[in-house]
Nanobody, 115 residues
């Protein structure tokens, strides 16, 4: 069983930056594929970024060049560095861990981009 706890959300002005963290506990973190999703009001949850157990990364087109996903297996933590934030980035951001049929979600953290 894996428990995921996100932190780092908040209110930021357009063009600003935020760094999200997702701390995992309860299993062998390094084996999991880790993802960040987001869900804006009235919209479906969408995949933002992925990092595999070997460190390969993928991003949604909407965040390429602005967001960076990383992981520290020694700290059981995955990060999402978000730069050049736009109002359209406003959403609840969720951490996700997958290994085979084992899927886990965090509770989410709110990111609001507004002037």
């Amino acid at each position: 069983q894996v428990q995921l706890v996100e932190s780092g959300g908040g209110l930021v002005q357009p063009g600003g930056s935020l760094s999200l963290s997702c701390a995992a506990s309860g299993s062998i973190f390094s084996r999991y594929v880790m993802r960040w999703y987001r869900q804006a009001p009235g919209k479906q949850r969408e995949l933002v970024a992925t990092i595999t157990s070997s460190g390969s990364r993928n991003y949604a087109d909407s965040v390429k060049g602005r967001f960076t996903i990383s992981r520290d297996n020694a700290k059981n933590t995955v990060y999402l560095q978000m730069n050049s934030l736009k109002p359209d980035d406003t959403a609840v951001y969720y951490c996700n861990a997958v290994q085979g049929a084992s899927v886990h979600w965090g509770q989410g953290t709110q990111v609001t981009v507004s002037s």
